[in-house]
Structures are given as structure tokens and as C-alpha cells.
Nanobody, 115 residues
Framework: QVQLVESGGGLVQPGGSLRLSCAAS????????MGWHRQAPGKERELVAL???????RYVESVKGRFTISRDNAKNTVYLQMNSLKPEDTAVYYC?????????WGKGTLVTVSS
């Protein structure tokens, strides 16, 4: 069982920045593929970014050049640095871990981009 706890969401103005964090349980965190997904009101959940155990990264087109996913295996934590935020980035952001084909989810953190 993997437990995930997100933090760092909040209200930010357009053009601003936020950094989300996700702390994971488990002694083999370094082997997890970690991801951030988001779900906006009335929309389906979508993958925003992921990072593999080998630190390869992938991003949805709409956030390329603005968001950066990273991981600190010593702290069992994955981050999502979000810059140049837009109103359309408003969503609940969920941390995701994949281990042996099983997906684990955090409860989510709300990001609101509004003036």
C-alpha cells in the first residue's frame, strides 16, 4: 500500500507560480513512477506530468515550458513547479504513484488561478 499526501495548492493570480509537493510512503519510492493529474470542474481527469524511476519526464502539451516535475528520492517526495499559471490551469491536482502496475492516488489539492 502506498499513501500519498499532496500540499501546496491555493489561490494565485494569472502569471503567478505555485509549487505542489507530494509525500509518499514506502521504502522503495525510488522505483515508483510518479505523476500529477488534474481535474477541472466538468472535465475528465488528465495527466499533467510524470516522472519515471529513471527521472525521465513527460508533460501534457498545454503545460510544456511552464511546469516542471521533479523528485527527491531521499525525501520520498515529488514536486510540480508551476509557472506562468493561467485560469485554465484551475483544477484539483492529484498525485499518482504506479508500482507493479497498480495505481495509487492522493486526495488532491485545489489550485485556483484567478484575479
Amino acid at each position: 500500500q502506498v499513501q500519498l499526501v499532496e500540499s501546496g495548492g491555493g489561490l494565485v493570480q494569472p502569471g503567478g507560480s505555485l509549487r505542489l509537493s507530494c509525500a509518499a510512503s514506502g521504502s522503495i519510492f525510488s522505483t515508483y513512477t510518479m505523476g500529477w493529474h488534474r481535474q477541472a470542474p466538468g472535465k475528465e481527469r488528465e495527466l499533467v506530468a510524470l516522472i519515471t524511476s529513471g527521472s525521465l519526464t513527460r508533460y501534457v502539451e498545454s503545460v510544456k515550458g511552464r511546469f516542471t516535475i521533479s523528485r527527491d528520492n531521499a525525501k520520498n517526495t515529488v514536486y510540480l513547479q508551476m509557472n506562468s499559471l493561467k485560469p485554465e490551469d484551475t483544477a484539483v491536482y492529484y498525485c499518482n504513484a504506479v508500482l507493479n502496475g497498480i495505481h495509487y492516488w492522493g486526495k488532491g489539492t485545489l489550485v485556483t488561478v484567478s484575479s
